[in-house]
Nanobody
Framework: QVQLVESGGGLVQAGGSLRLSCAAS????????MGWYRQAPGNPRELVAT???????TYADSLKGRFTISRDNAKNTVYLQMNSLKPEDTAVYYC??????????????WGQGTQVTVSS
């Protein structure tokens, strides 16, 4: 079993910042790519950013320069620093991790999501 627990969401005014965290736990041998996705009401889930174990990052083009993804491999944790937030960033943010378990199975896992609301 692998669990991903997100934290750090909340209500912030436009122009403000938030830092999301996602900690993975359970029967983990290694974590490959970790990432953040978001889903606003009525919209499909979309990529925010990903980061490989070695630190290579990718971002949604529209978010480059405002959001920064990072990870701490020793803590099995991924972070998302969000600056200059806009009302259109309001969504549920989900953490994803590609995990190789101690039993050598590989699968993607999702967290339960954390709400981010940006007021104008």
């Amino acid at each position: 079993q692998v669990q991903l627990v997100e934290s750090g969401g909340g209500l912030v005014q436009a122009g403000g910042s938030l830092r999301l965290s996602c900690a993975a736990s359970g029967s983990i041998f290694a974590i490959n790519t970790m990432g953040w996705y978001r889903q606003a009401p009525g919209n499909p889930r979309e990529l925010v950013a990903t980061i490989t174990r070695s630190g290579t990052t990718t971002y949604a083009d529209s978010l480059k320069g405002r959001f920064t993804i990072s990870r701490d491999n020793a803590k099995n944790t991924v972070y998302l620093q969000m600056n200059s937030l806009k009302p259109e960033d309001t969504a549920v943010y989900y953490c994803n991790a590609r995990v190789t378990t101690a039993g050598a199975t590989r699968a993607g896992h999702w967290g339960q999501g954390t709400q981010v609301t940006v007021s104008s």
